[in-house]
């Protein structure tokens, strides 16, 4: 999926489609065949026809969609890009694999019932989670991240103000920076459902992160195989 985004100064293109480029590099980097899905795209059959679900980055999730009233700091994004999203994950098999990269770790926890920080510097006193600076995740032991990336540390860059606050009940914490900020989320009751609040795709080089985009390919082709598999035999 992509963000949306509108110009103020020519409405004759009714707006734009963003997905930065190193996305779908990584994507493809590890084995597979990136598509972006528009908003106005039928869900129903993207469900259908996926074999893996990346959810980027992009502006805030309106906080009317957790209860809240939106923080003074919040930069809206369109509200379609979440609401499209919502209805592809509702009609996305349990088993589809989903991996969702900073806006697309907190729109899982918020589409399954979580609540968001609006503003991380208000409640930590530094707005160091924004602009890219390096930074090291301690993930959990056991965890599905750390099967995974095959770190117990992972350092990523970060550009985003706001994290998971409340998680919502079918997803565990799986990272957490030295603040204590929530930087990572999985399902406990899916295959394949993790969200990081970092950007690998912005530390190609670095292995740990290399392997998500690895590992979330491995997990479509499986995906796929298990889909191929059955309707082989009835034919």
Same mark, same amino acid.
């Given at each position: 999926?992509? #963000? ?10 009714g ?11 990584? =994507?493809?980097?590890a ?26 980055g992009?502006?805030?999730i ?14 809206l994004?369109d ?31 918020v =589409?399954? +019932? ?12 530094? +707005?160091?989670?924004? +602009? ?17 990336s ?5 350092? +990523? ?6 994290? *998971?606050?409340t998680?919502?009940?079918r997803?565990?914490?799986?990272a ?28 190609? #080089? ?15 082709? *499986?995906?796929r195989?298990?889909?191929i598999?059955? *309707?082989?035999?009835?034919?």
């Amino acid at each position: 999926t992509v #963000e949306v985004r509108h110009d103020e100064k020519d409405d004759t293109t009714g707006g734009r489609l963003v997905c930065n480029w190193n996305y779908t590099e990584q =994507v493809a980097l590890a084995g597979g065949v990136p598509l972006i899905i528009p908003p106005t795209a039928d869900m129903d059959e993207v469900a259908r026809i996926i074999d893996g679900w990346l959810i980027p980055g992009g502006n805030d999730i309106d906080a009317r969609h957790f209860g809240q009233e939106n923080h003074a700091q919040v930069l809206l994004g369109d509200d379609q890009r979440f609401l499209s999203e919502q209805r592809l994950f509702r009609a996305a098999p349990s088993d589809l694999p989903i991996f969702g990269i900073c806006y697309g770790c907190q729109f899982l926890n918020v =589409v399954q +019932g979580g609540t968001l920080l609006q503003h991380l510097p208000d409640v930590l006193g530094h +707005g160091e989670h924004e +602009g890219g600076t390096p930074q090291s995740y301690e993930v959990e032991k056991g965890s599905k991240l750390s099967t995974i990336s095959g770190a117990g540390t992972i350092v +990523g860059r970060s550009y985003h103000h706001q994290a *998971a606050d409340t998680v919502a009940d079918r997803l565990r914490i799986s990272a957490r920076s030295e603040d204590g900020t929530i930087e990572a989320l999985e399902a406990v009751d899916r295959p394949w459902l993790l969200g990081v609040q970092w950007h690998p795709e912005r530390t190609p #080089e670095d292995e740990a992160t290399r392997n998500l985009f690895r590992g979330f390919i491995d997990a479509a082709r *499986a995906y796929r195989q298990s889909r191929i598999a059955p *309707a082989r035999r009835l034919a």
